[in-house]
């Protein structure tokens, strides 16, 4: 999650990171899912959802940020894939 403020500052709001056990970091598979089920469960599971909650300070003097919150996969260490994308504009105080 990020936001660019109406001075053109972008700041990094937070990241939260779901991850499947289980794979080394080349990607091949160490554990079956059903050992890893005994463990734990990182993993965001399709269709179910969740929320995330985070706090930024603005920079003193801001009207506006730009929030930006994306969904993304990674299938392969080098591959990036934007699940889902929103952004949203946040004013703070009176708008002139």
Do not use: C
């Not at 056990?21 to 463990?39: A, F, P, T």
């Not at 392969?76 to 105080?93: A, C, D, L, Q, T």
């Amino acid at each position: 999650m990020t936001a660019k403020t109406d001075k053109d500052i972008s700041i990094l709001i937070g990241r939260k990171e779901y991850l499947e056990v289980g794979y080394d970091l080349d990607g091949n598979q160490r554990m079956g899912s059903w050992e890893i089920k005994e463990i734990l469960d990182l993993s965001l599971q399709p269709a179910r959802e969740t929320e995330e909650r985070f706090m930024a300070e603005m920079p003193e003097g801001t009207k506006r940020a730009d929030v930006e919150v994306r969904v993304t996969m990674f299938p392969s260490p080098k591959e990036e894939i934007i699940v889902h994308r929103v952004i949203k504009r946040i004013h703070f105080g009176v708008e002139e």
